[in-house]
């Protein structure tokens, strides 16, 4: 087999133990890679109603056939589990060396088991396995266990390490790599720290099988000098992801004051610009020629690195208007290891629910010094930190008093940050997103407020995300690689069945990959379903406050608007037709039979899930 490996590494920490397991040539066309191997493996695994953060669940770090070569943007790996925040399949991706040293080592795949007796660091040398232990780094920073891991391996390891808040079972926290990039924000960080698991350390030096060596690297390296050559045209690495930030104030779509508002006249201060300003460094990613990682210092001179989301969730949701305060509650994060998009939402929710008098507490928005206090009080647990470690819905369940209908949250998880009261094509995409609300899945707001009317619920809204879906959450996650170049700069998508068919030896189209995408997302699904068989539609609905009359803006581009429930449940029925799902959202046995989950199916009507 050319491509994969064909090689899982699985290890149980339990007994400090590994093994490497084959895969057929049939799973690996079924699944690619990615989020489709770890979403397959998971689903089989993973006996029903298993706690997320007992030793039962399985913490996996998954790529794919294009991962790790020399081609644009490959240096990302897939990190999931049962997740913590959702109790649904949970998943991350992140940019790390990890990518490409687990490739040379001769893996596509990595399975972590059971629970360490101790604190422990997994150190993968090619076909080496060592358990060593990490007292030394257990209740320190990702910072400082970065260095830790640099100063006894070198620099050149691939690292995935935690910080306080996966230590404490924070069900936000976030697996952090070198190069300060940060993801699994399902929960993957807490899954690792229920294992004892403080770091996994990884060196390869194995080739990595190509079907076409000498093709890839051709096509490939040229390929790294264009994207490089169209973002420097582009500009769009300047202000990076930020950039959005101006965009979604002038059209109302930024969440400031816990989504109470969509727009705010200091936004400006903490916009692409002043990033781009105050920047003193730029990060990236292994194999990537448009890093877009902007670092800057924050108010106590620390090194941070800020992305739209971290900005707009720790800013403008929090009424903190301060770049260097917003950087340093980003820095908090990354080295408490927590997720800066669910810390934001959260914090945002606490304050709102004591403004409300669902709750009391001397936090409020704009307090800076509050939000860090309680960053440090979340990662360790303590006090009020304790119920906010698990997650605004979890904080709104306690309070009470209607707090759960401005829980900013899906399915569990905290929102990215797109404000959406009136945006029903973009609330549809975080309402139908299997892991959560997650923009990753299909980031449709653009397509909706720039080529279609904002008004609309017409089924043309719910194709969209169908398409992004398989773009998106399907190939880049399976393949596995960064979307940026398509996303940000335009690369066409149609180089990314040549890198397959380059590494692989097959002659994939993109229609090809639109089918396994499918199947992953009735996968992804059924997951969800085994885990909630109460379910129903309402699972796919966002926050009540969109839709809340008495929530609307009173100035700015949609002041006096709000979703509407009617119309929003039929572009609900609009994605379930087209999907092939019934009227409670699950995949007909029609739909599962097509997509080539026929066991599957019976599996699931013994369970009760399908009539
Ligand atoms: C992703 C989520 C995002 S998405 C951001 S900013 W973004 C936040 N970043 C965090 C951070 O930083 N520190 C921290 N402590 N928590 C953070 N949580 C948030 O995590 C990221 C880039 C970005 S920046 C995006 S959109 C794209 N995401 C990709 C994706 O999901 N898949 C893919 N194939 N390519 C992608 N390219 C881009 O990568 P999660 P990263 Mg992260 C400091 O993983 O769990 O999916 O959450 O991935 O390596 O940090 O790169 O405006
Ligand atoms: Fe990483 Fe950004 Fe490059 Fe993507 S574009 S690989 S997120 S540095």
């Known amino acids: 087999m050319k491509g994969w490996t064909g090689r899982i590494l699985r290890i149980d920490l339990t007994t400090k133990s590994f093994k490497t397991e084959s895969f057929s040539e049939e799973f690996a066309h079924t699944w690619i890679g990615g989020r489709g191997f770890a979403a397959k493996i998971l689903y089989d695994e993973l006996a029903p109603g298993i706690d997320p953060l007992g030793p039962e669940n399985k913490f996996i770090v998954a790529l794919g056939p294009i991962a790790g070569i020399p081609a644009p943007n490959t240096g990302k790996a897939v990190v999931a589990a049962k997740s913590p925040s959702t109790g649904g399949y949970g998943d991350g991706n992140l940019g790390t060396k990890v990518a490409v040293q687990l490739r040379k080592a001769g893996y596509d795949a990595l399975i972590v088991e059971g629970k360490a007796d101790r604190p422990t660091m997994l150190v993968i040398e090619d076909d080496q396995v060592s358990f060593q232990p990490a007292d030394a780094v257990w209740g320190q920073g990702t910072y ?25 079972l924070v069900r936000y926290a976030v697996v952090r790599s070198l ?32 079907a076409d060596p000498e093709g890839m690297k ?29 965009w979604c104030n ?32 730029l990060y990236g990613c292994p194999n990537c020629t448009m890093h877009c990682g902007i670092a800057m210092h924050d108010d106590e001179g620390r090194m941070a690195e800020l992305d739209y989301e971290n900005v707009a969730l720790l800013g403008p949701n929090l009424e903190i208007f301060d770049l260097a305060q917003v950087a340093s509650l980003n820095y908090l994060c990354d080295d408490y290891g927590l997720d800066t998009m669910s810390s934001g939402c959260t914090l ?36 009020i930190g304790d119920l906010l470690a698990d997650g605004a819905l979890q904080a709104a369940r306690t309070f009470g008093h209607g707090s759960e209908a401005y829980a900013m949250q899906v399915k569990g998880l905290e929102m990215p940050a797109y404000n959406c009261k009136f945006i029903p094509g973009m609330a549809l995409a975080l309402g139908v997103s299997p892991i959560g609300a997650h923009h990753k899945e299909a980031w449709i707001i653009t397509f909706e407020l720039k080529e279609t009317l904002r008004d609309s619920y017409g089924p043309e809204k719910a194709q969209k995300v169908i398409d992004l879906q398989r773009i998106r959450g399907g190939l880049f996650e399976c393949m596995v690689s960064c979307r940026f170049p398509w996303i940000e700069n335009g690369w066409p998508l149609e180089h990314y069945p040549v890198y397959f068919n380059l590494s692989t030896g097959l002659d994939w189209t993109l229609d090809d990959f639109w089918t396994v995408s ?13 885990e909630h068989p109460q379910t129903d539609r309402t699972a796919d609905y966002p926050p ?64 009760g899930l399908l009539t």
Do not use: C
């Not at 990039?181 to 390869?204: E, N």
């Not at 929710?349 to 979340?378: E, P, R, V």
């Open 544 to 607: 009540a406050v969109w839709f809340d009359p008495a929530n609307v803006d009173t100035d700015g581009p949609i002041a006096g608007r709000h979703l509407e429930y009617d119309k929003y449940d039929g572009l609900l029925q609009d994605y379930y037709d087209i999907r092939g799902y019934d009227e409670r959202g699950i995949p007909t046995r029609d739909t599962l039979t097509r997509l080539g989950l026929a066991a599957e199916a019976t599996a699931a009507a013994e369970f």
């Open 348 to 383: 945002s929710f606490y304050a709102d629910a004591i403004d409300h008098g669902a709750t009391s507490g001397d936090f409020a928005f704009g307090d800076a010094s509050g939000a860090k206090m309680l960053l440090g009080m979340i990662a360790r647990r303590e006090g």
């Open 218 to 246: 051709e096509v490939g390296l040229g390929d790294l000098a264009e994207v490089h050559r169209i973002d420097k045209e582009s500009g769009w690495s300047i202000q990076s992801t930020n950039a959005v930030l101006g």
């Open 179 to 210: 190069e300060g990039r940060a993801g699994g924000r399902t929960g993957m960080g807490a899954v690792m720290g229920s294992k004892l698991l403080k770091a996994v350390v990884v060196r390869g030096t194995k080739p990595i099988p190509l």
């Open 518 to 530: 499918d199947r992953i997302y009735a996968l992804m699904k059924l997951f969800w379903l085994r």
């Open 250 to 281: 002038e059209v109302a779509a930024l969440p400031v004051r816990n989504f109470r508002k969509t727009h705010h006249p200091d936004a400006w201060r903490v916009d692409g610009e002043r990033l781009s300003d105050a920047r003193v460094a």
């Open 144 to 168: 400082e266990t970065n260095n830790w891991i640099y100063a006894t391996h070198g620099t050149g390891v691939g690292v995935l390490n935690i910080g306080q808040g996966g230590e404490n």
